[in-house]
């Protein structure tokens, strides 16, 4: 084989890999143009169907959530959450996400698997107590019949 070939083979072969890996569960992603913005106000209102729908707000986010953008409109445009939700946010109230922001988002939550209560702790809940329940009597005591004239 040619070191042509060999090249070539190698190449097609790092593509494959490559695009066969399961990507990091925990990692955000934005969604067209991999940009991510941010809430800069201090919270903004977030709508569903779009911002004249008959109910209100869906929800609030709060200043410094992640969203990337579907499609900009006039006054409101169309995002997608982190969480995967996607909705209506009011343009005034978001910008570009700092990329601190994004790297905030990205690390790995280790506070969720520190915060798990451990088998194997101290805590005195999880202590069986020290000596076994008391046996109660096989039998219960007999009650005195009563007597023929009643008493």
């Known amino acids: 084989m040619s070191l042509r070939a060999q ?3 190698f190449v097609v072969a790092t593509i494959v890999v490559a695009s066969c890996s399961e990507p990091n569960p925990g990692h955000t992603t934005a ?3 991999g940009k991510f913005f941010a809430v800069t106000a ?3 209102a977030f709508y569903r169907y779009g911002p ?3 109910n209100g707000p869906d929800k609030q986010l709060e200043k410094g959530a992640l969203m990337s953008l579907i499609r ?13 939700e996607s909705g209506y ?8 996400a700092t990329p601190a922001l994004v790297a905030a988002a990205n690390t790995p939550a280790h506070s969720s698997r520190s915060a798990r ?16 329940l008391p046996e109660f009597a096989p039998e219960p005591t007999p009650i005195p019949e009563l007597s023929p004239s009643g008493q």
């Open 7 to 9: 090249i070539v083979v």
């Open 31 to 33: 969604a067209a143009g």
């Open 42 to 44: 201090e919270s903004t």
């Open 52 to 54: 004249q729908q008959g």
């Open 72 to 84: 900009p409109s006039f006054g409101y445009c169309k995002i997608k959450l982190t969480t995967g």
């Open 89 to 96: 946010v009011s343009n005034e109230d978001i910008s570009l």
């Open 117 to 132: 209560f451990r088998l194997d702790s101290p805590d005195p809940r999880l202590v069986p107590p020290p000596d076994p």
